[in-house]
């Protein structure tokens, strides 16, 4: 162990940029120096509907993943070496069983196909059947809980001192992070800009996960929830800081 690090503790995480800017109103600049603290709001108070505040969907039609999955089990079984399984599932030992046996099956590909389609139907409703349930626990374990804390890279967007600091009348708050000082600023995250709505899965993704056993990433679904908006709003050029709140019926959070 570094006897460094042993005296001097723990090291701080590096700061994401050398600055970040918070735009705001002049009397929300008084109240932010006076009390040495910011508010961190509730996503259902973004101004963005698309904003964490949507139900996630499948990035794909259910023609779209019966074409994918059947060519991919065609060639998962069809295969001469085992597919890199991340791990073994019900389904992913199934399919090895399916490739190893595969020399003595007299069906043809098409035959194949054919016989894995009914499955894939069924799947698809079952995915949608819960997919209501899943979007509501999000809401409950992660949307009603979490409360953000947003930053631009940049003080001088016009279109942000309009919207955001009081029709230009307002101030634009400068942080840094100097070497000897903590902020929670540093474990903030740059949002995601994309032009169309975050998904569950792409169809790549959901292929993945079921051919090949990858655990379905709810890093990912944070990052996609909490971290994405539309590229209508890529002149923010936002960073955020996500913590949980004290109390989850408050949609305000100071610290």
């Avoid at 001469?80 to 992913?92: G, H, K, M, N, S």
């Avoid at 903590?182 to 903030?188: K, Q, T, Y």
């Avoid at 909490?226 to 002149?235: A, H, I, M, N, V």
Wanted: a negative charge; one cysteine or more.
């Amino acid at each position: 162990c570094d006897k460094a690090t042993e005296r001097d503790g723990p090291k701080m995480i590096p700061p994401p940029r050398a600055e970040l800017f918070k735009y705001t109103s002049a009397a929300a600049a008084k109240l932010i120096l006076g009390n040495r603290s910011v508010r961190y709001a509730a996503p259902s108070t973004m101004n963005d509907p698309n904003d964490c505040q949507l139900d996630l969907d499948w990035g794909f039609t259910e023609e779209e993943v019966q074409i994918a999955a059947i060519q991919r089990f065609i060639e998962v079984v069809n295969s001469e070496v085992r597919p890199p399984f991340v791990r073994w599932t019900p389904f992913t030992l199934v399919l090895e069983m399916l490739r190893l046996s595969r020399k003595a099956n007299p069906l043809t590909d098409e035959q194949l196909g054919k016989k894995i389609a009914p499955a894939l139907t069924e799947g698809w409703a079952n995915m949608k059947a819960v997919q209501p349930a899943f979007n509501e626990n999000l809401r409950t374990a992660w949307l009603s809980r979490m409360r953000l804390f947003c930053v631009s890279e940049v003080p001088d967007q016009p279109l942000m001192w309009t919207h955001y600091a009081d029709q230009h009348k307002g101030v634009v708050l400068r942080f840094v992070f100097p070497d000897d000082v903590d902020n929670v600023l540093r474990v903030a995250q740059p949002v995601i800009y994309r032009d169309a709505p975050p998904v569950l899965a792409t169809l790549d993704e959901f292929i993945e996960i079921h051919f090949l056993g990858r655990p379905f990433s709810e890093q990912v679904i944070w990052e996609r929830l909490f971290r994405t908006k539309s590229s209508d709003f890529s002149y923010e050029r936002e960073w955020r800081v996500i913590l949980p709140a004290d109390d989850p019926n408050d949609p305000y959070y100071f610290l």
